[in-house]
T-cell receptor, first 111, second 115 residues
C-alpha cells in the first residue's frame, strides 16, 4: 500500500528565507507524487506533481520539489518565502483508485 | 480556476437534523470523491464514485451516504446529524482511470458544525 509521511506539522520561516517542507513516501510501485496547497477557508489546489519524468519538478508560485528514489523523498522547496505562502501543504501519493494524503504541514511566514 | 462547486460553504445545525452537502462539477469528470478533513489531520476518503449509479465507501467509515444520479452532481447526506459529524467536507473530481495521473480537482469545502 502507498503512504506518505510529512515531517513536521508546523514550519515557521521568515519572509525571504528558504522554505523546506519534507515528505517521505512508501510505494510498492513507481510512485506518482503530488504537493497540494490549501489556503485558509479554501479547498486544495495542486502545486506540482511528479509522474516519472524529470526528477526536479517545478510548480506554481515558485515552488519546486525533487524526487529522490534512494531516499524515498519528495521535499518541497522555495528559495524565498513570501507572506502569501502561508497555508497548509499536503503531500500525496497515488494509490489504487485514490490519492493518499499526508497529515499536512502548516507553513507560517514571519515578517 | 477549478470548476467544482460546493454548497453550503458553512452550515451550523442542531443535532438530529438531516443535511445534504451539494457538489457539482462542470469538467465532465467521471470520478468524484468526498474527503473529510479535521484540523491537523490528513484527509480521509469517505466516499467515491466511478460514474453514474456508482458509489463506493472509502477508507474512513462514515454515517453519511452519497448518490450519483448525474455525472456532474455528487451530493452527500447525513440523515441525523450529531456533534461527531462536525468537520470540513471536501469534494473532488478527476478524469477517467485510464487517463488518470492522480490529479484531483477540489471544491472549496463545506464546513459543518453540529451543535
Amino acid at each position: 500500500a502507498q503512504s506518505v509521511t510529512q515531517l513536521g506539522s508546523h514550519v515557521s520561516v521568515s519572509e525571504g528565507a528558504l522554505v523546506l517542507l519534507r515528505c517521505n513516501y512508501s510505494s510498492s510501485v513507481p510512485p506518482y507524487l503530488f504537493w497540494y496547497v490549501q489556503y485558509p477557508n479554501q479547498g486544495l489546489q495542486l502545486l506540482l506533481k511528479y509522474t516519472s519524468a524529470a526528477t526536479l519538478v517545478k510548480g506554481i508560485n515558485g515552488f519546486e520539489a525533487e524526487f529522490k528514489k534512494s531516499e524515498t523523498s519528495f521535499h518541497l522547496t522555495k528559495p524565498s518565502a513570501h507572506m502569501s505562502d502561508a497555508a497548509e501543504y499536503f503531500c500525496a501519493v497515488r494509490g489504487a483508485q485514490k490519492l493518499v494524503f499526508g497529515q499536512g504541514t502548516r507553513l507560517t511566514i514571519n515578517p | 480556476e477549478a470548476d467544482i462547486y460546493q454548497t453550503p460553504r458553512y452550515l451550523v445545525i442542531g443535532t438530529g437534523k438531516k443535511i445534504t452537502l451539494e457538489c457539482s462539477q462542470t469538467m465532465g469528470h467521471d470520478k468524484m470523491y468526498w474527503y473529510q478533513q479535521d484540523p491537523g489531520m490528513e484527509l480521509h476518503l469517505i466516499h467515491y464514485s466511478y460514474g453514474v449509479n456508482s458509489t463506493e465507501k472509502g477508507d474512513l467509515s462514515s454515517e453519511s451516504t452519497v448518490s450519483r444520479i448525474r455525472t456532474e452532481h455528487f451530493p452527500l447526506t447525513l440523515e441525523s446529524a450529531r456533534p461527531s459529524h462536525t468537520s470540513q467536507y471536501l469534494c473532488a473530481s478527476s478524469e477517467l482511470e485510464g487517463a488518470w495521473t492522480g490529479e484531483l480537482f477540489f471544491g472549496e469545502g463545506s464546513r459543518l458544525t453540529v451543535l
